[in-house]
């Protein structure tokens, strides 16, 4: 009984948290104009397969699925999945034996669906809570994630604003299943939505900077945009285009074709590079303009 009690209590902490992280990305996708998508029911998800119309189910290019906490979608909507431009993926953890595990099961969540949309060079996130190893998150941050940490501390502090002692030990001499029954009747008994509100202001009081510079790192990816298009034909010419809609039109006007063509099709060969204004740089051969020129057009604005 003690034991179910302790994991309701942990439970709810993390309920709490992920309201934590919703709200920050929703501030976001608001901001930017994209879809937010988290564990609710979709119809977009129909097409995908499964039964669970509630999961936030995204397929790597090797056809394997993965289940994901929050994805941000430029051009979508509750009826159609749009491009990701964003993963973020949430975790609560109250000890740190299994931080380590946890940090892996994000990266092996999250990488294998961010490579597969490399194209778009998407966004990867992690938002923790509790205690978590530095090497864990020295781990994710190495491959590529930007990492927001709320230690355990300021879990406990934040509660404490309204009145409850948030903290829990294990092992002999632990919380006993009174004080959990204590804690869960105490945060029960305070006017809702005020008292998360408040416990959610604290949260971001604490850690303002480091809230700050996570979404700095978000919008910065998601702001990032093509400064230039250097297209060559293979064995041929070269011509650098200002954007995206002008390098379209070049490969696709008839006039043009002819100074790039080879006269046999199975001979049209396109470079394309892609400059972005973070420094990011895209390069793609494609065999024929249609390709190309398809590829050009994943990265036009919805």
């Known amino acids: 009984m003690a034991e179910a009690l302790g994991h309701r209590w942990g439970q709810l902490i ?3 948290f992920e309201l934590f992280v919703r709200n920050l990305l929703s501030e976001v996708a608001t901001k930017h104009s994209l879809y937010l998508d988290f564990k609710k029911p979709r119809k977009a998800r129909v097409n995908q397969g499964g039964k669970d119309l509630s999961k936030v189910t995204w397929q790597d290019s090797y056809g394997n699925k993965h289940d994901l906490d929050y994805v941000l979608e430029a051009g979508g909507t509750e009826e159609k999945l749009g491009t990701p431009v964003a993963f973020v993926e949430s975790a609560w953890r109250r000890y740190t034996k299994h931080s380590k595990n946890k940090a892996q099961e994000i990266e092996a969540a999250v990488r294998p669906v961010a490579l597969t949309f490399a ?8 938002v923790l809570a509790g205690e978590f190893t530095k090497n864990s998150l020295q781990q994710l941050r190495s491959k590529g994630f930007a990492v ?22 294990d092992g002999r001499g632990g919380t006993t299943e009174k004080e959990f029954g204590q804690k869960i009747r105490a945060w029960e008994a305070l006017k809702q939505p005020t008292g998360t509100n408040r416990l959610l202001a604290k949260l971001r009081d604490l850690h303002a900077p480091a809230i700050a510079d996570f979404v700095e790192q978000l919008e910065a990816s998601i702001n990032r945009r093509v400064t230039s298009v250097r297209l060559t034909v293979l064995r ?6 200002p954007d995206i809609p002008s390098a379209i039109r070049y490969l696709a006007d008839n006039s ?26 895209i390069e793609a051969i494609f065999p024929n303009r249609g390709e190309a020129i398809g590829f050009l057009k994943s990265f036009e604005k919805p």
Do not use: M, W
Not at 148 to 169: E, K, M, N, Q, V
């Open 14 to 16: 993390g309920d709490v």
């Open 119 to 126: 194209r778009y060079q998407p966004f990867c996130g992690a």
């Open 148 to 169: 927001l940490h709320i230690p355990y501390g300021s879990i406990l502090a934040a509660f404490a604003t309204l009145g409850i002692d948030a903290s829990s030990r």
């Open 236 to 241: 041929g010419t070269s011509v650098t285009c």
């Open 256 to 281: 043009e074709a002819k100074r790039v063509h080879e006269n046999e099709e199975d001979r049209e060969h396109f470079e394309v590079q892609l400059r972005f204004n973070t420094g990011a740089k």
